[in-house]
């Protein structure tokens, strides 16, 4: 019943910007933890972003901070990254992530904390 429906990837040049959307169908959507994960050839898959959309708080791994912006719009159900000043090492195949449930643990960028996720949508940056 869940659906999470990525789009938005494609090819940048380093220093470019893209902004991926999730769209999500099949639960509450404001009640719910949403992140967005990446991952590369031979690496485990890493969180890259996260938010409980009951809250303006958000978390992002070290190595975004200041560059992406994760954002919800709960009318819409939608999640977004916003991606600035994109970097060849963010090259990766991108994954919205939810766990459909109000006690869901905010901040959470652990795979197996999350029980849905998208199809993946590429991003790759080139130098």
């Known amino acids: 019943q869940v659906q999470l429906v990525e789009s938005g990837g494609g090819s940048v040049q380093a220093g470019g910007s893209l902004r991926l959307s999730c769209a999500a169908s099949?639960?509450?959507?404001?009640?719910?933890?949403m992140g967005w994960f990446r991952q590369v050839p031979g690496k485990e898959r890493e969180g890259v972003a996260s938010l409980y959309t009951g809250s303006t708080q958000t978390y992002y791994a070290d190595s975004v901070k200041g560059r992406f912006t994760i954002a919800r719009d709960n009318a819409k159900s939608t999640l977004y990254l916003q991606m600035n000043s994109l970097k060849p090492e963010d090259t990766a195949m991108y994954y919205c992530?939810?766990?459909?449930?109000?006690?869901?643990?905010?901040?959470?960028?652990?795979?197996?904390?999350?029980?849905?996720w998208g199809q993946g949508t590429q991003v790759t940056v080139s130098s």
């Open positions: 099949g639960y509450s959507f404001s009640s719910s933890c």
């Open positions: 992530a939810a766990t459909p449930r109000a006690s869901c643990l905010r901040g959470s960028m652990s795979r197996s904390h999350y029980n849905y």
